[in-house]
């Protein structure tokens, strides 16, 4: 699968791309991973290998993120998203809340309910799962940081993305 955004092309990830990608990656993603006592290349590349499906996105054929699901590590029927890139994608922001949607609703598709967790100091991101449709639930303290649960459902994303 190769798609085209407005000049951002986004295709199935390959391994060397986490490699890539990580000398690049956002500080508030290093500062989320960090968290887990993770370095971003290994944020990466669990990222990559866990992944059910998997993205990289570039601009210029330049890595500018890479995004997946996977169902590891969460009760059947979930799946958990995950999302890093480069300063660079805060030029290609709306791009990717315009044609992000396309890929919730393809893990959907896998999925009856997509979850995760997010960093309450990662504004950047919290912002956008706000604006792609996605709920915000109760917070949680993970290694004493406050993180902002966040999930999907098949049925409610659907249904929520028509009234918009």
């Not at 960090?34 to 601009?59: H, M, P």
């Not at 799962?129 to 902002?148: C, D, H, Q, R, S």
């Amino acid at each position: 699968m190769k798609k085209k955004f407005e000049g951002v092309i986004v295709k199935k990830s390959e391994f060397d791309d986490t490699f890539k990608l990580a000398p690049y990656l956002r500080k508030d993603d290093l500062r989320e991973l960090k968290v887990f006592n993770l370095s971003g290349i290994q944020g990466l590349l669990r990222g990559y290998i866990w992944s059910d499906e998997c993205f990289t996105a570039r601009y210029k054929g330049k890595i500018i993120c890479m995004f997946g699901v996977t169902g590891h590590f969460v009760p059947k029927g979930f799946g958990s998203i995950w999302f890093l890139g480069s300063d660079e994608m805060k030029h290609h922001a709306l791009t990717f809340l315009k044609h992000g949607r396309r890929f919730i609703k393809r893990f959907l598709k896998r999925y009856d309910i997509l979850i995760n967790a997010v960093d309450k100091r990662n504004t950047t991101h919290i912002n956008w799962i706000k604006k792609a449709g996605l709920t915000i639930a109760e917070p949680v303290f993970i290694n004493g940081y406050e993180f902002l649960q966040f999930y999907a459902s098949s049925k409610s994303y659907q249904h929520k993305r028509k009234e918009k």
